[in-house]
């Protein structure tokens, strides 16, 4: 199946920080989608981009989808608590990897 | 149903013993995916069902395990002889649609059955 590189696996940030998460591929994607599962829950659907170059938002989360359909950010301004957990891409085959946990100090 | 749901949520079994591990997926959803989830670690996948057929079974870990799925709905993981390895979150998701190589619609997922093997 095709490969997907999530970077960092791990995030600490300050309270009001910023945070990026980047999921890479080494093959074109038809489509992206990213999931969040907060500690001790089972991860969400946020979204899915599907068109070359596109950016959704949601409150203060921005998601990117590269021009070339290789690659995807989810940044999230000024990090809140509520933010805690972990951020998963799916790369079309449903095979999420380890994905992105993010901590946050109050 | 409104959502998808996993049974039990937590088991404890012993060592050598087999166990069953229940989802019912979201009514009309062809798709279904089991993982497995150890602490702190990432979601590994362990087989997918479109309707009653699992065309992809390279992620099961080992021949202990087996999953079957009846009626397009109701789908069932077995684990055999249990080791102390199998303890973890074990994460059922089901799908409107997935294609292979195309993806999926949104996915939802259970709760979990929490496995304890002593």
């Known amino acids: 199946g095709q490969q997907v590189m999530q970077i960092p696996q791990y995030q600490h940030v300050q309270e009001g920080e910023d945070f990026t998460t980047y999921c890479n591929s080494s093959?074109?994607?038809?489509?992206i989608q990213w999931y969040k599962q907060r500690p001790g829950g089972h991860p969400v659907f946020l979204i899915q981009?599907?068109?070359?170059?596109e950016v959704k938002k949601q409150k203060r989360l921005t998601f990117q989808f590269g021009e070339a359909k290789k690659n995807s950010s989810l940044h999230i301004t000024a990090t809140q608590t509520t933010d805690v957990g972990t951020y998963f891409c799916d790369n079309n085959d449903m095979r999420f990897g380890a994905g992105t946990r993010l901590t946050v100090k109050p | 149903g409104a959502g998808v749901s996993q049974s039990p949520s937590n088991k404890v079994t012993e060592k050598g013993k087999d166990v069953e591990l229940r989802c019912d997926p979201i009514s009309g959803h062809t798709a279904l995916y089991w993982y497995r989830q150890s602490l702190g670690q990432g979601l590994e996948f362990l087989i997918y069902f479109q309707g009653n057929s699992a065309p992809d079974k390279s992620g099961l870990p080992s021949d202990r395990f087996s999953a079957e799925r009846t009626g397009g709905s109701v789908s069932t993981l077995t684990i055999q002889r249990t080791q102390q390895e199998d303890s973890a979150v074990y994460l059922c998701?089901?799908?409107?649609?997935?294609?292979?190589?195309?993806?999926?619609?949104?996915?939802?997922f259970g709760q979990g059955t929490r496995l304890t093997v002593v």
């Open positions: 093959t074109t994607l038809s489509n």
């Open positions: 998701a089901s799908s409107l649609v997935y294609i292979q190589g195309k993806g999926s619609t949104e996915a939802f």
């Open positions: 981009l599907v068109k070359s170059g």
